[in-house]
């Protein structure tokens, strides 16, 4: 999973400075679920499930309190009601709600159907998806009657107790204008109706279902064909016009991998958000091992968006290999109503972020520069986390405080992990191995269907790779010392340096240039902070109303839109603002002026190790 905290969530802080028929015989060996999206009633989906056959007197029916990837409890279940059972003849059989997910059914052996309806996810959030109980938004599930349905299977799909190994038949009606966007084969010809098979329940839950009215791309990297599907509101953006991006870094990517993946196909779904308030908030991707379900704002600029496809694809891309091929015990018979969580988030999450971010100086896409900033930019948000919590404790008791608050750093520290162990087997081998041959070599003693005991993998990496690396996980991963990351660069001739760099225009760290007033929603300068040179170039003062910026006018609809279009301004670019000064309207022209932030940064500074840092940075 990927989360981004897009600038919005900032801009906060400016207020306040066919259905299944109802008699019929159960199944022996088949859960059969149909899923009407034609019938939407009150914004909500009817469900009807047929069960296998059931031996017991009484069964329970759930759905997810938690999925694999999303490292949070989220109670898919309580978005659904009117949960209902019927026997052979229609008759209703009694039901008890247990919890927020579950359901117990009595007479069970008598039960040839359940019908329940689902409210989607996207209609209740209010925030960004952090620090507050909103779904995640590529987890979540999106009801829009006849323009877009997002399936994230778990949010509509529940599963019989002890029965998560009977194969699915699921059956997707829809309106003949939208199309199923999905990894999965669709045995069913109908244009109305889709027919998915899974082998069990994990499997379906693994595969998300995008409909909407056709807009995709399909190409073939290396022998895996890749489906980009789009669905974008006011049809701003198009599948073809983010491919070429995408297809360059997906193949940077599998070059990158070698022979680590064998999945023959890949969908990556994008949903475009609206940002009203009954749509999607939270930004960034889910990982599946065939597909990423991406959540971004529709008022991005192209530039920008390429820019976060890129962070959030290509991080979700390199779960192929961990966890999806390489996990512990936990996540292969993982409970999604009684979750235990694995020790090794920094794996799961980190080396794979690291990957996200190797294989673009790897394979050329940036340069040494650009790199090495990134990793000064985690080092320094890592700093803002607790840096002596054990990370292993962290992972294990990450659904609970204050264990939770610490989970965005596995982005951070856990990729800085990756890269301190990757430099340690690069210099023990002379340059000759590093991370992802330690990566392959597990993917070829554990794999998708044998995982490994989460208590004895640091015991593997060490036999696979040098003691020096089994000392830094017990001292810097499972123990609490903070990580020398100076020291473990100096080994491939890399040492800190400072350089400077363009800053936010209308943001000093969290603190904005700019307010709102809530009742006229005009934008203004504030009066209480000290102004960039941004404004003083233009000669902005406290108390302006910011009107227009080159014909666009803007006000708190669409604060998001200047927000996130200044970050794509360039030095000495044309500028022209219609104002509000004193009440009266005038216009300003003159040229951008960025402000300039003194960062923290690395460069190589030792010539005789540019052959370690060659083969770490190229290998």
Same mark, same amino acid.
């Given at each position: 999973m990927k989360k981004i905290v897009y600038t919005l969530a900032l801009a906060i802080a400016f207020l306040s400075c066919k259905t299944g028929s109802t008699s019929g015989t159960a199944k022996t060996n088949t859960v059969d679920v149909n899923i009407n999206l034609i019938d939407v009633k009150e914004d909500k989906v009817l469900v009807t499930v047929i069960p296998p056959k059931i031996k017991t007197d009484e069964i329970i029916y759930s759905i997810p309190k938690t999925v694999p990837g999303t490292y949070s409890t989220d109670n898919y279940g309580k978005y659904s009601d009117d949960f209902k059972a019927f026997d052979a003849k229609g008759n209703v059989l009694a039901v008890k709600r247990i919890d927020d997910n579950s359901w117990s059914v009595a007479n069970a052996k008598t039960l040839a159907k359940i019908t329940y309806l689902v409210g989607d996810t996207f209609d209740t959030e209010k925030g960004t998806g952090?620090? /507050?109980?909103?779904?995640?938004?590529?987890?979540? !599930?999106?009801?829009?009657?006849?323009?877009?349905?997002?399936? /994230?299977?778990?949010?509509?799909?529940?599963?019989? #107790?002890?029965?998560?190994?009977?194969?699915?038949?699921? !059956?997707?009606?829809?309106? %003949?204008?939208?199309?199923?966007?999905? +990894? $999965?084969?669709?045995?069913?010809?109908?244009?109305?109706s889709d027919v998915f098979v899974t082998p069990r329940y994990a499997v379906l839950v693994e595969n998300p279902i995008m409909y909407s009215k056709p807009? =995709? !791309? *399909?190409?073939?990297? /290396?022998?895996?064909?890749?489906?980009i599907a789009v669905y974008s509101p006011t049809g701003k953006f198009t599948a073809e016009s983010i491919t070429p991006e995408m297809k360059t870094m997906m193949t940077a990517q599998k070059n990158f991998l070698g022979k680590v993946n064998a999945t023959k196909k890949y969908t990556v779904l994008l949903y475009l958000s609206s940002m009203a308030k009954d749509d999607a908030h939270g930004f960034g991707a889910l990982e599946h091992p065939t597909a990423t379900t991406v959540v971004l704002p529709e008022s991005m600029p192209k530039e920008k968006l390429v820019e976060s496809m890129k962070d959030v694809v290509s991080h979700e891309f390199f779960h192929i290999v961990t966890p999806l091929t390489i996990h512990s015990k936990e996540i292969q018979y993982f409970d999604y109503n009684a979750p235990k969580m694995s020790e090794h988030l920094w794996m799961y999450e980190g080396v794979t972020e690291y990957f996200?971010?190797?294989?673009?100086?790897?394979?050329?896409?940036?340069?040494?520069?650009?790199? =090495?900033?990134? &990793?000064?930019? @985690? &080092? %320094? #948000?890592?700093?803002?986390? /607790?840096?002596? $919590?054990?990370? *292993?404790?962290?992972?294990?008791?990450?659904?609970?405080?204050?264990? @939770?608050? #610490? =989970?965005?750093?596995?982005? #951070?520290?856990?990729?800085?992990?990756?890269?301190?162990?990757? &430099?340690?087997?690069? %210099? @023990? +081998?002379?340059?000759?191995?590093?991370?992802?041959?330690?990566?392959h070599k597990l993917s070829e003693e554990y794999g998708v269907e044998k995982p490994f005991n989460d208590n004895e993998l640091f015991d593997e &990496? !060490?036999?696979?790779? =040098?003691? %020096?690396?089994?000392e830094f996980l017990k001292t810097h991963v499972a123990g609490t010392t903070p990580i020398p990351y100076d020291t473990y660069l100096a080994k491939v001739g890399v040492s800190i340096a400072s350089e400077k760099a363009p800053g936010s225009i209308f943001l000093k760290g969290q603190v904005p240039y700019i307010a709102v007033d809530q009742k006229t929603k005009e934008i203004s300068v504030r009066p209480d902070i000290e102004l960039n040179p941004f404004f003083t170039n233009l000669n902005l003062k406290a108390g302006d109303v910011i009107l227009s910026i080159n014909n666009k006018p803007y006000s708190l609809a669409n604060i998001y839109d200047l927000i996130s279009e200044s970050e794509i301004w360039k030095e000495n670019d044309a500028v022209t603002l219609q104002i509000k000064r004193a009440g009266k309207e005038q216009t300003i022209k003159g040229t951008i002026k960025l402000p300039y932030d003194e960062k923290e940064t690395f460069k190589a500074t030792d010539a005789s190790k540019d052959k370690l840092k060659n083969a770490w940075l190229k290998g």
């Amino acid at each position: 999973m990927k989360k981004i905290v897009y600038t919005l969530a900032l801009a906060i802080a400016f207020l306040s400075c066919k259905t299944g028929s109802t008699s019929g015989t159960a199944k022996t060996n088949t859960v059969d679920v149909n899923i009407n999206l034609i019938d939407v009633k009150e914004d909500k989906v009817l469900v009807t499930v047929i069960p296998p056959k059931i031996k017991t007197d009484e069964i329970i029916y759930s759905i997810p309190k938690t999925v694999p990837g999303t490292y949070s409890t989220d109670n898919y279940g309580k978005y659904s009601d009117d949960f209902k059972a019927f026997d052979a003849k229609g008759n209703v059989l009694a039901v008890k709600r247990i919890d927020d997910n579950s359901w117990s059914v009595a007479n069970a052996k008598t039960l040839a159907k359940i019908t329940y309806l689902v409210g989607d996810t996207f209609d209740t959030e209010k925030g960004t998806g952090f620090g /507050n109980d909103d779904v995640f938004s590529p987890a979540g !599930t999106n009801i829009d009657a006849g323009k877009n349905f997002m399936l /994230n299977t778990h949010g509509f799909v529940g599963y019989f #107790q002890d029965k998560l190994d009977v194969p699915y038949k699921v !059956t997707v009606t829809h309106p %003949e204008t939208l199309w199923g966007a999905t +990894s $999965m084969n669709d045995d069913d010809a109908s244009n109305t109706s889709d027919v998915f098979v899974t082998p069990r329940y994990a499997v379906l839950v693994e595969n998300p279902i995008m409909y909407s009215k056709p807009d =995709y !791309t *399909t190409f073939n990297v /290396n022998g895996m064909d890749i489906l980009i599907a789009v669905y974008s509101p006011t049809g701003k953006f198009t599948a073809e016009s983010i491919t070429p991006e995408m297809k360059t870094m997906m193949t940077a990517q599998k070059n990158f991998l070698g022979k680590v993946n064998a999945t023959k196909k890949y969908t990556v779904l994008l949903y475009l958000s609206s940002m009203a308030k009954d749509d999607a908030h939270g930004f960034g991707a889910l990982e599946h091992p065939t597909a990423t379900t991406v959540v971004l704002p529709e008022s991005m600029p192209k530039e920008k968006l390429v820019e976060s496809m890129k962070d959030v694809v290509s991080h979700e891309f390199f779960h192929i290999v961990t966890p999806l091929t390489i996990h512990s015990k936990e996540i292969q018979y993982f409970d999604y109503n009684a979750p235990k969580m694995s020790e090794h988030l920094w794996m799961y999450e980190g080396v794979t972020e690291y990957f996200a971010n190797l294989f673009q100086i790897n394979q050329g896409l940036i340069d040494e520069a650009e790199f =090495y900033t990134r &990793i000064a930019d @985690k &080092i %320094e #948000q890592a700093k803002g986390l /607790n840096d002596t $919590m054990s990370f *292993t404790t962290m992972s294990k008791n990450v659904l609970e405080q204050p264990y @939770k608050d #610490q =989970y965005l750093n596995v982005y #951070q520290k856990g990729a800085l992990i990756g890269m301190c162990i990757d &430099i340690i087997i690069r %210099e @023990k +081998s002379n340059g000759e191995r590093g991370i992802l041959d330690l990566m392959h070599k597990l993917s070829e003693e554990y794999g998708v269907e044998k995982p490994f005991n989460d208590n004895e993998l640091f015991d593997e &990496i !060490t036999k696979l790779t =040098y003691p %020096e690396v089994g000392e830094f996980l017990k001292t810097h991963v499972a123990g609490t010392t903070p990580i020398p990351y100076d020291t473990y660069l100096a080994k491939v001739g890399v040492s800190i340096a400072s350089e400077k760099a363009p800053g936010s225009i209308f943001l000093k760290g969290q603190v904005p240039y700019i307010a709102v007033d809530q009742k006229t929603k005009e934008i203004s300068v504030r009066p209480d902070i000290e102004l960039n040179p941004f404004f003083t170039n233009l000669n902005l003062k406290a108390g302006d109303v910011i009107l227009s910026i080159n014909n666009k006018p803007y006000s708190l609809a669409n604060i998001y839109d200047l927000i996130s279009e200044s970050e794509i301004w360039k030095e000495n670019d044309a500028v022209t603002l219609q104002i509000k000064r004193a009440g009266k309207e005038q216009t300003i022209k003159g040229t951008i002026k960025l402000p300039y932030d003194e960062k923290e940064t690395f460069k190589a500074t030792d010539a005789s190790k540019d052959k370690l840092k060659n083969a770490w940075l190229k290998g």
